[in-house]
């Protein structure tokens, strides 16, 4: 029986990231034919793949980049069945390499079907399935674009924000990792009160209203006050308008406008597993 030196154990688990008594055994299964080996492997993920198809997979890390010239960012996310899984170093410096392979794509599934070492994306996520033997799945794949993009990923991979700014000014990657830095933390709505739907906007004013009413306010008035209620719930749940949390004393807005007068924020995506 064909046995496998530690030489050859060793370069299957570099190709392929799978625990060393697998590839020892895939390799003996396979009687040394590395192709086979591999082949051998991926089945099994696509195995484990079959059988875990209905677990929830609600870790994982999420993983923004932007490319060179910071027009265009991405963020995805890496899912997983556990944290444990989640923090693993491995599992995150593959987050970050699908992240950046990501940028070259329009969507989620062109990007699943693009080649990744020789097989695709989706493919390799069923090989890690099978490696982790958890279930692995992109969750979240949110892309933008813009003059110039900044990106966060919040300590521990859960959160990460990209924010576009009107122009790549002095001062301009400070205040786009800031904003994004805020798009985190805050998670606004929208980025200012035009761009919130107003199916939102009456069912806040319906609460509002609501409220008013069992307080016994007079109904003349009640439209004014909703005005100042709506201005409140603008300032608190809009990109722009909310209070800066590196400065409570300034808006969103009037920061970006301290780095330079004509700098304006043009949008944002988050992406949050929790």
């Known amino acids: 029986m ?14 392929t990231g799978a625990g060393m008594m697998d590839c020892k055994k ?14 051998n492997l991926r089945k099994k993920g696509q195995k484990v793949a079959a059988n875990r198809a209905d677990r929830e997979s609600t870790e994982g890390a999420v993983i923004a980049k932007v490319n060179e010239d910071n027009t265009m960012g991405v963020i995805i996310a890496l899912n997983s069945e556990t944290d444990f899984v989640a923090k693993n170093d491995s599992f995150v410096e593959l987050a970050h390499e699908l992240a950046e392979q990501a940028l070259a794509y329009a969507d989620k599934e062109e990007f699943l079907e693009s080649d990744f070492h020789g097989i695709t994306v989706a493919q390799k996520l069923v090989e890690q399935t099978g490696v982790i033997g958890e279930k692995i799945e992109i969750g979240s794949f949110q892309r933008i674009e813009g003059p110039f993009l900044g990106a966060y990923i919040h300590a521990g991979n859960k959160i990460a924000a990209i924010t576009s700014l009107s122009a790549n000014v002095d001062g301009a990657i400070e205040a786009a990792k800031s904003v994004s830095m805020q798009v985190a933390a805050m998670n606004p709505l929208a980025l200012d009160e035009t761009m919130v739907s107003q199916e939102t906007v009456d069912k806040e004013l319906d609460i509002e209203r609501e409220l008013l009413t069992k307080e016994g306010k007079p ?39 301290s780095v330079n007068s004509d700098l304006k924020v043009l949008g944002f995506v988050r992406v949050s597993l929790t």
């Not at 895939?26 to 034919?33: F, P, Q, S």
């Open 26 to 39: 895939a390799l003996v299964e396979a009687e040394g034919d590395f192709d086979k080996a591999i082949e």
């Open 2 to 15: 064909y046995t496998p030196v530690a030489a050859d154990v060793a370069k299957l688990r570099n190709i």
């Open 219 to 257: 109904a003349n008035i009640i439209d004014n006050i909703l005005k100042g209620k709506m201005q409140k719930f603008y300032k608190d749940n809009t990109l722009i308008h909310q209070p800066f949390i590196k400065d409570s004393g300034m808006s969103v807005a009037d920061y970006v406008k």
